[in-house]
């Protein structure tokens, strides 16, 4: 179990971190499998010929990070993987008695009303036929052109032989994962991060490993640490508005990062579905490294989650790939939903949909600060969502409990953070979720009554 152990007694890392970082990592390839046993921390300590308080020290670390369990009669086991919560929340609750700040959701239902006035001359696109035959894999050259185009409006240059149309984001990163990675391999990402990229690794086998941040994002010099501890394969970014923190990476750490990526052959995922939302946004990784990035986004965020539309710009080497995995998922998007999409995109209705949105997320962003401002909060202007950092005593699921009974839903840190994580005492609310600007005043005001209430709440439900 230890044949390949070399410590470094001469180094600066102490002994019993050595030791507890080779088990962690051999438990999170699976090569220590659940329920697989320890040796006794005296045989340990004999092989490697270090004091057993080490061996201890190195055991109480994997414990900390619930990695291994040690029950009277069964020595040192490898604890079960614990299943990240994929079952997350998606849809709006339709309680009247209930504001339900939990999910994304446009702050306006512009796309419904927009929609019905081309559906009635749709059937006189000359592209119409088009929708009852199997496409490209990639997707019709007409929709990936007018896709190119409406990015070429907001900054970013796209070639349309490079796209991949994909039926919303999350299908866009369960296809590049398939498609660049093999079961047991390491993925990257903020160690608070979007719930669907811990559900997808789970599902498809792959080891989620975490990277601390600060209050402008993931931390270069925390990247650079794990990469020379780990072998990762792929690193997943939301550098615009990250969901949930909101934080937006800048011009100057997002070059860092390139060039740790560069260092260490990392493949970029750049999930950039909010950048239509903010004033300003920095450059895309994109343009940084088009060698090694993936820039995946759609129109779930900014104008409809129902309408799933999107594409991936993938680096040449991995074009084919994407294509394969597409036919292998439904041979292609579909051509409809191509359809409705680029109509919207050529009319300039998508683009007035989006800046509606904008000015309705900048006023409501308004209305937070005036609800929440005297709070420890992170949001920015357009953002659909905030993050709230909860005073002393409360923690995410406390808050979150007590807000429902006050007839506010939220969702806990808990729901975003990664396994061995312990998730901050925070919770994300979603501006655009609310009805009317009038129901998310009242549900602000009644989340910071809450707050300013916790210890008395506290210690009633105790």
Known sequence: MLDDLHLDRDGDTPLYEQL???????????????????PPHRDIASQLEINITTVTRAIAELKTHA?????????????????PNIDFQTAPSNCDDVIDLSVNRPALDLYTKTLSGSLATLADDPRYTDIQDYQQPVGPIWARTAYAQWWQTQGLSLDPARLTLIDGAQHGLSMILRSVTQPGEEILADSVTYQGINALCHTLGRTLIGVDGDAQGMSPEQLEAICQRHTPRVLFLVPCMH?????????????A??????????????DDVYRPLQHSPPPPLLDMAPERTFHVSG???????????GAIASPADYHHDLAAAMRIDCWSSSPLTALIATRLLESGDMARIIDAQHAELVARHTILLERLGKQSLWSQPGATHAWLLLPEPWRGTDFVTASAEQGVRLLPASAFTLRKVAPPAAVRINLAAARSRDALAEALSR????????????????
């Open 447 to 462: 989340l910071d009554a809450l707050m300013r209430r916790g210890h008395h709440y506290m210690h009633d439900i105790a």
């Open 20 to 38: 507890a970082e080779y088990l962690t990592t051999r438990i999170e390839k699976g090569a220590l499998p659940p329920g697989t046993r320890l």
């Open 243 to 255: 969901n949930p923190t909101t934080r937006t990476l800048s011009k100057e750490r997002r070059q």
């Open 299 to 309: 129109f779930s965020k900014c104008v409809a989650p129902g309408l799933r539309f």
């Open 67 to 83: 990695l291994v369990e040690s029950r009277p009669g069964r020595g040192t086991r490898v604890a079960a993987m614990e299943a």
């Open 257 to 270: 990062i390139v060039e740790i990526a560069r260092r260490h052959d990392l493949l970029l995922i750049e």
